[in-house]
């Protein structure tokens, strides 16, 4: 049914071809804008934080292609607020058709793709100048992580859709969640304060988008002094980020009484 609602946007949105692809262009080109500052910040200094150029560009290809897999499947829910506002999720309940189906494919657009294809790109130049031993751990560690990624940030993206089922207007804080979050894992954690790097790694679990999986890959200790089976656990962590944002959204539906109320 999610590939059935999104085909149909797709379609609507293909009757103006060149509009699409300047679009999806434009996308590529001001997600591709952080790939410039990145680069820029090295013209200074041959090493950030203890990584060079190609090791901060592997952190920036798995965090932006796991942040752009999720906006393209589950960034609309971010609308959610405005659905309760207006009263329009009203007629979503009514269709034999889950809501957050409904939602998450909402003016569906292919432009998003536009998102993915700087992260390809830099992955595909970065991962051959790390200076690592390739083991066949690591090689399957590369898409494990990318992965695992895209579900933390899905799971965020319904959580924090499900935070507007009593906050309406909270769409803007939601968006240092996830925006925050997909911008804050481009760059390595041991850039930002001991406590900043606590609260993502223990609170809002952004660590294991890419940081903890990187720090196997390219066999660096952990500044927090976590144990090795960390580097690991980005797959237990996305199940259970997904699983706290299935129980706040079914939390949301049963308690949702109209808009007004």
Not at 5 to 29: D, E, H
Not at 155 to 178: D, H, M, N, P
């Amino acid at each position: 049914m999610y590939a059935l609602l999104a085909w149909t946007w797709i379609r609507a949105a293909a009757q103006y071809p060149v509009s699409l692809a300047m679009l999806t262009a434009g996308t590529a080109v001001v997600t591709g804008l952080d790939v410039a500052a990145i680069a820029l910040m090295f013209t200074r200094a041959p090493r950030i934080a203890g990584f060079d150029v190609a090791e901060a560009l592997f952190l920036y290809g798995t965090a932006t292609l796991s942040f752009g897999i999720a906006d393209l499947v589950l960034g609309s829910t971010e609308r959610l607020g405005e659905h309760v506002r207006r009263g329009t999720l009203d007629a979503m309940l009514v269709r034999p058709v889950s809501p957050l189906i409904q939602v998450a494919t909402e003016e569906y657009s292919p432009r998003r793709v536009g998102k993915l294809v700087p992260a390809v790109t830099v992955l595909a130049l970065a991962l051959p100048r790390l200076d690592t031993t390739w083991t066949p751990g690591r090689v399957a560690m590369v898409p494990a992580m990318v992965a695992a990624g895209a579900f933390i940030f899905g799971g965020l993206w319904v959580l924090a859709g499900a935070v507007q089922f009593v906050l309406l207007e909270s769409r803007g804080a939601t968006k240092a969640l996830t925006y925050g979050g997909g911008f804050l894992t481009q760059y390595p954690m041991s850039m930002f304060a001991r406590d900043l790097v606590r609260g993502v790694t223990f609170v809002v679990p952004l660590a294991f988008v890419n940081w903890q999986p990187a720090l196997y890959v390219l066999d660096r200790p952990d500044p927090l002094g976590l144990p090795g089976a960390a580097r690991f656990a980005s797959p237990a962590v996305a199940a259970l980020v997904c699983a706290v944002a299935a129980v706040a959204w079914r939390a949301g539906l049963r308690h949702y009484r109209s808009t007004g109320s």
